[in-house]
Every structure is written in structure tokens, then in C-alpha cells.
């Protein structure tokens, strides 16, 4: 049976409603004018009548941004970090979550260890000095091993591990003379795909955005990640130095402006739809592991 | 629990010989949890507890040459020319405003967002929603920046095109003091708020069904079960986010101040962690940015642990730990 609504509930629906559908345009509509803008005629986008649909279809932007050598260096780096960094991530915090989620001697000592982390930090400046230190400056290695744990992420993997596989399960694998490793391989990860679902979209996403580490600890030019030359391309006032060497064939004044302009919104494309694309592809899982690490302990 | 309380109540009575023998045991049976654990506590030490160590520099001429241990001590005279600076006021100001009409905004708005999209039925709306509103959370600090500059640039932005369509004069937002906060905080909001509901929807899906049956018999309508249920069933959630985020007061991030940072905003944008970096790593004055930054952390982590003595005070089950 079907309760009949009131008329507070009702208007109470209908402006819930409304509220909801006037904030998912407030997200939707500035990414899809860029996507718009992106492959339509430059100078349409300036009057500014690219505003529902693209206008004028053209690719200049892209094809500019195409010959734009740089870019395409570090798109080529950022893959590689994201690859190699987030496989080295998922052992990693795979491998802590589940010894933090088991009984041993001291275990008391390393949860603290590993907390306090979180709560107080060397801060930037001696970091910085002691990576240094490691020899990582303007080392390409320091994309993957910086950040090659991040204690929040241990957190979530060691309460999962906790709540979803029962201890009587470990018990009785210990009996038929299972050992740790074993165990966690043979048994814990199969059993935590969806755990690594979550895991591989947080790390994923925190390399392919990384631009911290790219500008404290790179300067030499080959290494960059794709976040570093994106920031020289789109954080201008003016026309800069990368943008007019990429644009010194065109003449007019005027429609090098319009070019550049069009070139930032491919640029914004280009980097940003793998990483929603990826999004989407896991979002099933999310709910789950944001619940996973709000569980207190 | 019963167990192991039964357990150290057996570890008390143990002989020194017992004990070699349990410990002995425990790791014929524990080695390989910590051989588990070994790379990631190698890691904690070489990037988070060496540079806890290398702090001593705030108190030291640190000189690259002489390596932290070989440098002079220095007592405090780093804090105290921090101090006697013209600057150090504006900094604080400016970092701790930025972050209060941050931490004002941005908190309650995916509760709301939460609350909100509770109320929806339809399940493939709902999971819609909830979709396209965290989506902008994965967009970089960067591009987020960059698609600033483009919608707010004062000659062919969509913003000013619009102002300047209902008659006004187009405004230079990304080169005015007076507009950093608004559009630091608005874009956080835009950023953030779909991705900080998740946190309440999950917490909203454990609260049980048979309140809203009863409180639907009692003639309760919508909004009072948001209020009398709803709400009560996250407090303990949004009191320990509340916490979490008053312990952040005065941290002071510096990717996204710097990228919106312009000579024109520069008296609203110049916080903390922007001239840390910038006085630390480009003006290379290791020692004195180390100064200033301890006393944020110290003040930081004071902050938090009054907070959190603060919650446990009025109910013993909440607080972060």
C-alpha cells in the first residue's frame, strides 16, 4: 500500500528536487562548456556563443596542441608514474594493511607509528632536505617512491580486511598449518577485490594529479608530469613563453590570442578525461570504501 | 576481548624463563607479519620520521655544506625574527581567515547534499547524483585553477561576459585581494561538497528503517523526520569531521594558493604555506621556513588534542581517538 503524501511533502519533493537538479548543472555545465569549447571555432567561443552546443566545429586547438612537444613528454610520464606508482601502492598497502590487521607482539607500537604520521609531519622544508638527501632530486624515481604508502589508505585496507574476512576463517587456516603469507595471498586477496577497487582509484588519481612533487623536486624539463607543463599553460594572465613558441607561425595578434585560448580548453580535455573516465569505471565501489575508512579505530 | 583479557592476566604470572618461551613462540608464529610490515615501516621512517628529526634545523643555521647535524645551534632566533617581522601577521591573518570562511562554507554544505539526496527515491537517479556530483573532486588542483582563469578572465571570461550582458562592469576577480577568499572557497565548494556527502550518505544508509515506520505512523511529515532523525543519526559523524576540521586551522596548504596567487591578490593570498615554499625552497632559507612551519604543526596538533578533550568531555563515545 502506498502512503498518499501530504502537501508539505509534496512541495517539500518538489523543491528537493529542484535544488538537486539546479546542483548537478552548477558540476555538469562548466565541464561540458570546456568539452564544447574545446571543438568549436575560436572566435565563437570569444563572442561567446558557444554556450549550449558547440558552434562551427574545429579542431585548431587540438592540432596546435598536438605539436606541442612538451606535453606529450610528460603525458608520456605521468602514464608511466601512474603505472609503476600505483602497482608499487597496491603491494605495498595490501601487504601493511593486512599485518596491521592481524594479532602479533607490538602491534600497539606500529598502529601508533603509523597514526601519528597523520596528525604531525617534518613539514615541507625538512622533507624536502632529506629527500634530497636520498639522492631523489631531479631523480624520476622520487613520482613513485614518494608517497609510495599513504597511512590513510593502510587504514582503510586494514579495517576491510578486519570486517569483511571472518577470524574463524583464519583460524582455520592456521590449523591446517597455513602461514601468514599464505594466507594472504592465497585466501585474503582474492577475497579483496573491491578493496583494491578503491584503493587503485585513490592512488591513481593522486599521481595522475600530482603536481607537488614535480615542482619541488624536478627542474630538469624531461622529467615533468603532465600537472607541472598543464600549470604553465593554463595559470596565465598573458600569453606566456611555452604558449607563443607553440603559436610563433601565427601572425595576427589577435588570433593567437583566440588559439591560445582554445588550446587551454583541449588541454584541460585531454588531461582531465582519463582520470573521470577511470572514475566512473570504479564508482561502484565508493560508497563502500568511504565507509570502510570512516570506521573509527 | 574475553580472551585476551584472560591472556594478560597469564602474562603477569609468568616466569622470566615462560616469557623467553612465549616470545619465542609468538614469533616462530608473528616473523612473517613482520617481514609484511617491513617496507612500509622503512618507508615511514625514511619520509616521515627522518624529516621529524631534521626539525632540529628550526633551531639551528642550517648550511648545506655543514649537514643538519653540523650546523650551529641557534636557539630560538629564527621564531623571533619570524616574529619581529612586519609580516608575520598578515600571514597568520590571512591563513587562519582563509581557512575559517572555509571550514564555515564548506562544512555544512554536504550534510545538507547528504540529507538532501536521502530523500530521493529513485534509486538510478540517486546513484546518478551522487556520480556527478563527486566527479569535479578528481579533477586536479591545477585544471581546477585553469578553468578559473579562463571563466573568470576579464576580457573574454564567461563570468564578466555575463556581468557585462546585465550591464556591469567586468571585474578582474583573480586580480583583486577583496575576491581570493570568495573564489578560493566557491570553487573548493564546487570541488568538494558532492565528494564530502558520500561520508553522510553512508552514514544516512545505516539508520534504521523501522524510525522513519514509526515516526510515518506517529504523522510525522518529511522535514521532521530529517529533524528528528535524520540529523541525530549523523551528529556523532559531523562532530568528528568538525573536530577533524578545527585541527586544520591553521594548516596551510599551498598548491592551490599559489596557483590562484597573483600580483594584484597577493595581500589576501599570501598565507603560510605559500611562503614557506616560496622563502624555503626558491630563497633556499631552510632554517627559518622550518620555524615557521614546526610552529603551525605544534599549534596544529595542540589545537586538535583540545578539540578532541573537548568532545570526549561532553559525550565519551565521540572523538577521533
Not at chain 1, 32 to 38: G, H, L, M, N
Not at chain 1, 39 to 56: C, F, N, T
Not at chain 2, 169 to 186: C, M
Request: aromatic content about 14%; proline content about 4%; glycine content about 6%.
Amino acid at each position: 500500500m502506498k502512503v498518499k503524501m501530504s502537501t508539505g511533502d509534496r512541495i517539500f519533493t518538489i523543491v528537493n528536487y529542484t535544488l538537486l537538479i539546479l546542483a548537478l548543472m552548477m558540476v555538469i555545465y562548466p565541464l561540458y562548456i570546456i568539452v564544447i569549447a574545446s571543438i568549436s571555432d575560436p572566435y565563437a567561443v570569444m563572442r561567446g556563443e558557444v554556450l549550449l552546443w558547440p558552434k562551427d566545429i574545429s579542431f585548431i586547438g587540438y592540432e596546435r596542441l598536438l605539436k606541442h612537444k612538451d606535453i606529450w613528454i610528460a603525458y608520456g610520464n605521468t602514464i608511466l608514474y601512474t603505472v609503476v606508482g600505483t602497482l608499487l601502492n597496491l603491494v605495498l598497502t595490501l601487504m601493511t594493511g593486512y599485518a596491521l590487521s592481524r594479532e602479533f607482539m607490538g602491534k600497539k607500537f606500529f598502529n601508533l607509528m603509523f597514526v601519528f604520521t597523520m596528525f604531525f609531519s617534518g613539514g615541507l622544508i625538512p622533507t624536502f632536505l632529506q629527500v634530497k638527501s636520498y639522492g631523489l632530486y631531479n631523480n624520476p624515481l622520487v613520482f613513485i617512491v614518494m608517497g609510495a604508502i599513504s597511512v590513510w589508505n593502510v587504514i582503510i585496507a586494514r579495517t576491510f580486511m578486519k570486517s569483511s574476512l571472518p577470524e574463524e576463517l583464519y583460524e582455520a587456516a592456521v590449523m591446517d598449518g597455513c602461514s601468514h603469507v599464505r594466507y594472504f595471498m592465497k585466501i585474503v586477496l582474492p577475497l579483496s577485490k573491491a578493496l583494491m577497487g578503491v584503493l587503485v582509484v585513490y592512488y591513481a588519481v593522486a599521481h595522475w594529479n600530482d603536481y607537488m612533487t614535480g615542482l619541488i623536486y624536478i627542474s630538469k624539463r624531461n622529467y615533468q608530469p603532465l600537472q607541472v607543463v598543464l600549470k604553465e599553460l593554463l595559470t596565465s594572465l598573458q600569453v606566456t613563453d611555452t604558449m607563443s613558441s607553440m603559436l610563433n607561425d601565427v601572425q595576427d595578434n589577435e588570433l593567437m590570442m583566440r588559439v591560445a585560448e582554445s588550446v587551454k580548453y583541449c588541454a584541460i580535455v585531454i588531461s582531465t578525461v582519463p582520470i573521470l573516465a577511470l572514475y566512473t569505471s570504479m564508482q561502484k565501489f565508493f560508497v563502500k570504501g568511504v565507509m570502510i575508512g570512516s570506521v573509527k579505530g | 576481548m574475553k580472551c585476551k583479557r584472560k591472556e594478560k592476566s597469564k602474562m603477569t604470572k609468568r616466569s622470566g624463563r615462560e616469557w623467553l618461551i612465549y616470545i619465542r613462540k609468538r614469533l616462530r608464529n608473528d616473523w612473517q607479519i613482520y617481514l609484511l610490515l617491513l617496507p612500509a615501516v622503512v618507508y615511514l621512517i625514511m619520509f616521515h620520521y627522518m624529516p621529524i628529526y631534521g626539525v632540529q634545523i628550526a633551531f639551528k643555521n642550517f648550511l648545506p655544506v655543514k649537514g643538519i647535524i653540523g650546523s650551529e645551534w641557534v636557539g630560538l632566533e629564527h621564531f623571533r625574527n619570524f616574529f619581529k617581522s612586519f609580516y608575520w601577521k598578515r600571514l597568520f591573518a590571512n591563513t587562519l581567515l582563509l581557512n575559517l570562511f572555509s571550514l564555515l562554507f564548506s562544512f555544512p554544505l554536504p550534510i545538507i547534499l547528504a540529507l538532501m539526496m536521502n530523500q530521493v527515491t529513485q534509486k538510478k537517479f540517486k546513484g546518478f547524483l551522487q556520480t556527478t556530483l563527486c566527479a569535479p573532486n578528481f579533477i586536479s588542483v591545477v585544471v581546477l585553477a585553469g578553468m578559473l582563469y579562463l571563466f573568470l578572465s576579464p576580457t573574454n571570461g564567461m563570468i564578466n561576459k555575463l556581468i557585462e550582458f546585465c550591464g556591469g562592469k567586468p571585474v578582474f576577480f583573480l586580480n583583486e585581494a577583496r575576491w581570493f577568499r570568495p573564489v578560493y572557497i566557491l570553487s573548493g565548494i564546487w570541488q568538494g561538497a558532492g565528494w564530502g556527502a558520500i561520508l553522510y550518505t553512508a552514514a544516512l544508509s545505516g539508520i534504521d528503517p523501522q524510525l522513519y515506520e514509526a515516526a510515518t505512523m506517529d504523522g510525522a511529515n518529511k522535514w521532521h523526520k530529517i529533524w528528528y532523525i535524520d540529523i541525530p543519526g549523523i551528529l556523532p559523524i559531523i562532530i568528528t569531521m568538525l573536530i577533524m576540521n578545527t585541527g586544520n586551522l591553521l594548516t596551510s596548504e599551498f598548491q592551490k594558493t599559489l596557483l590562484l596567487q597573483t600580483p594584484g591578490n597577493i595581500a589576501a593570498s599570501d598565507t603560510i604555506g605559500v611562503y614557506v615554499y616560496t622563502a624555503g625552497l626558491e630563497g633556499a632559507q631552510f632554517s627559518y621556513t622550518t620555524a615557521i612551519g614546526l610552529m603551525l604543526n605544534v599549534i596544529n596538533f595542540v589545537i586538535l588534542i583540545i578539540v578532541n578533550k573537548v568532545a570526549k568531555s561532553i559525550d565519551q563515545s565521540q572523538g577521533i581517538w
